[in-house]
């Protein structure tokens, strides 16, 4: 079953403007990661924020974590038509020995336009 | 190094079949696991293996079942296909399987059942 949902579903966006996209999750967790997706192939990892964490960033990418409200965005800023792609958030809840089991959210379909 | 590697790409069955897909982590990494991804499901965590050992499963029935090798690789079957098995199935590959490191993703092998 999937963790939590992400809104929004699909967006839609020219070249330079920015994308942001949110995440909710359900239980606990540990740390929360996001992944990339292009055309059905396999997930690239984007970056991982831990529980303590409430902000970070890496490269265009800046990721928030607000526990008390069990949610989560990113924000890809210049975006480019390479960031056209679906972008998954994925939490790991090891207190119940999730390990590396990843939850996934549903996932936002990014579209950039040239 | 190389990357998580899978085989076969794309396979196709018909039902009551069997199927066998294969999984190659990045040298040294001694974590696999497998994931589905459907449209209406979205991706799901199949199970997880660590040094020969499964550590984690989801909520599939008996008819996924998986190993791991001593060098690493992994093996996923699913017996007595049904339609609703065809799906993209992602193998992801992490050192430790500490659940706080990165997972590497394979391509995918994607199953379709006739």
């Known amino acids: 079953s999937q963790q939590g949902e992400e809104d929004p579903q699909a967006l839609s966006i020219q070249e330079g403007e920015n994308a942001t996209m949110n995440c909710s999750y359900k239980t606990s967790i540990n740390n929360l990661q996001w992944y990339r997706q292009n055309s059905g192939r396999g997930l690239v990892h984007l970056i991982l924020?831990?529980?303590?964490?409430r902000e970070k960033h890496s490269g265009r990418l800046r990721v928030t974590l607000d526990t008390s409200k069990k949610s989560s965005s990113l924000l890809i800023t210049a975006s480019r038509a390479a960031d056209t792609a679906s972008y998954f958030c994925a939490t790991v809840n090891m207190f119940s020995g999730g390990y590396n089991k990843l939850i996934f959210g549903a996932g936002t379909r990014l579209a950039v336009h040239p | 190094k190389a990357g998580v590697t899978q085989t076969p790409r794309y396979l196709i069955k018909t039902r009551g079949q069997q199927v066998t897909l294969s999984c190659s982590p990045i040298?040294?990494?001694?974590?696999v696991s497998w994931y589905q991804q459907t449209p209406g499901q979205g991706l799901q965590f199949l199970f997880e293996?660590?040094?020969?050992?499964?550590?984690n499963k989801g909520n599939f029935p008996g008819r996924f079942s998986g190993r791991q090798f001593s060098n690493s690789r992994s093996e996923m079957n699913v017996s007595t296909l049904e339609l609703g098995d065809s799906a993209l199935y992602l193998c992801a590959s992490s050192a430790s399987g500490a659940g706080e490191e990165t997972q590497y993703f394979g391509p995918g092998t994607r199953l379709l059942v006739l």
């Open positions: 924020i831990r529980s303590n964490e």
């Open positions: 293996y660590f040094s020969e050992t499964q550590r």
């Open positions: 040298s040294g990494h001694r974590s």
